[in-house]
C-alpha cells in the first residue's frame, strides 16, 4: 500500500515533508502521496508548497474512502492503547509496515543521497516581481553581501517559546562580526528576511547597515536568500532550507540553539559554522 505523509506547519516544514517523501519513495522503493488534511484545517497556514514547480506525478490530495476510514480506525486504536502500528510520528523508528507518516522530519540524514533531486523539485512556478528581482540583484551585486533570516511571530508567542525560543539581536551582531573576520572585511551589505520590520529597526538601525527585503511572497523570499553565499538563519526550518538551496562555496552561520530536544549539530550541514 502507498504511503502517505501529512503535511503541516509553514513552508520550510512543508518542504521537509515533501523531502521526506522523496526519501520514503527511495528507501522503501513505494508511491508516496501528501495528505493535506491537517493544512486545510489550519486557519494560519496555506499550501505554500503549489507555488513550486513540483512533480506532476506526486499527488497532494485529502484523505478518502478506504485511507481515511483506515487512518480514521489507527487513530481510534491508538488513543485506547497507544499503539499504532500504522502510524510513525517524527522521531520515533521508521517502520516499514507504516502507512501514515506524521512529523516535520528535520533531519539532514534523510536527505543525503535524494538532495539533487529535492533542489530541482524546489522551483518557483512564477518569477518574483521585477521590482522584487531588482532589488536583490542589487544586494547580490554588491561585494561581501549577507542575508540575515530573523524569524519572530509565532516563536515569540508563548508556549511556542518555550519550545523553539526567540534568538536574541546579539546573536546577529555576533553572526555579521563573524563574517567579516572571516571574509577579512570591515563593511558588508546586509539584507534582511523578517517577519518582524518593527523589531529589526528598533535593535539595528545604528548598529547595521541593511535594507529590509519585503516585497516578496514566502517562497520568492526563501529562493532569493539562497542566492546569497553568505547567511545567518534563525533557528527556523525557512532559513534552513534557504541555506541548504545556497550555491557551494557558501559560509552559513547558525545559532547554537535549534528548537527543544534538538541540537543544532544535528541540523548542520558540512562546513556550516554554530554560533555559540
Given at each position: 500500500m502507498e504511503k502517505v505523509?501529512?503535511?503541516?506547519?509553514g513552508l520550510g516544514n512543508q518542504m521537509f515533508q515533501w523531502a521526506f517523501l522523496r526519501y520514503i519513495e527511495r528507501e522503501y522503493e513505494v508511491t508516496a502521496t501528501l495528505s493535506r488534511d491537517y493544512i486545510d484545517k489550519d486557519v494560519l497556514r496555506t499550501l505554500d508548497l503549489e507555488l513550486f514547480e513540483l512533480d506532476s506525478e506526486v499527488t497532494i490530495s485529502l484523505l478518502r474512502g478506504p485511507r481515511k476510514l483506515l487512518f480514521f480506525i489507527t487513530r481510534v486504536i491508538s488513543k485506547l492503547t497507544n499503539i499504532n502500528a500504522l502510524t510513525c510520528v517524527s522521531g520515533n523508528f521508521l517502520s516499514r509496515r507504516?502507512?501514515?507518516?506524521?512529523?516535520?522530519?528535520?533531519?539532514?540524514?534523510?536527505?543525503?543521497?535524494?538532495?539533487?533531486?529535492?533542489?530541482?523539485?524546489?522551483?518557483?512556478?512564477?518569477e518574483p516581481s521585477p521590482g522584487f528581482n531588482a532589488k536583490c540583484s542589487a544586494?547580490?551585486?554588491?561585494?561581501n553581501s549577507?542575508?540575515?533570516?530573523?524569524?519572530?511571530?509565532?516563536?515569540?508567542?508563548?508556549?511556542?517559546?518555550?519550545k523553539y525560543r526567540v534568538?536574541?539581536?546579539?546573536?546577529?551582531?555576533?553572526a555579521v562580526e563573524f563574517l567579516k573576520t572571516k571574509l577579512s572585511v570591515n563593511k558588508v551589505n546586509i539584507a534582511v528576511f523578517t517577519d518582524d520590520k518593527e523589531w529589526v529597526k528598533k535593535e539595528f538601525d545604528g548598529k547595521l547597515d541593511y535594507i529590509i527585503m519585503d516585497e516578496g511572497s514566502a517562497t520568492a523570499d526563501l529562493i532569493m536568500?539562497?542566492?546569497?553565499?553568505?547567511?545567518i538563519i534563525s533557528n527556523s526550518s525557512f532559513s534552513w532550507?534557504?541555506?541548504?538551496?545556497?550555491?557551494?562555496?557558501?559560509?552559513?552561520?547558525?545559532p547554537e540553539f535549534?528548537?527543544?530536544g534538538v541540537p543544532s549539530q544535528a541540523m548542520a550541514l558540512e562546513n556550516w559554522f554554530i554560533l555559540k
Open positions: 505523509i501529512f503535511l503541516k506547519g507504516a502507512i501514515f507518516f506524521d512529523g516535520y522530519w528535520q533531519n539532514p540524514r534523510f536527505y543525503s543521497e535524494v538532495f539533487e533531486k529535492i533542489c530541482c523539485d524546489f522551483t518557483l512556478k512564477s544586494q547580490l551585486l554588491k561585494r549577507i542575508a540575515i533570516h530573523i524569524r519572530r511571530g509565532d516563536y515569540y508567542s508563548s508556549p511556542a517559546n518555550e534568538i536574541r539581536h546579539n546573536y546577529f551582531l555576533d536568500m539562497s542566492s546569497f553565499r553568505n547567511i532550507w534557504a541555506a541548504a538551496l545556497s550555491p557551494q562555496g557558501k559560509n552559513v552561520v547558525m535549534w528548537v527543544e
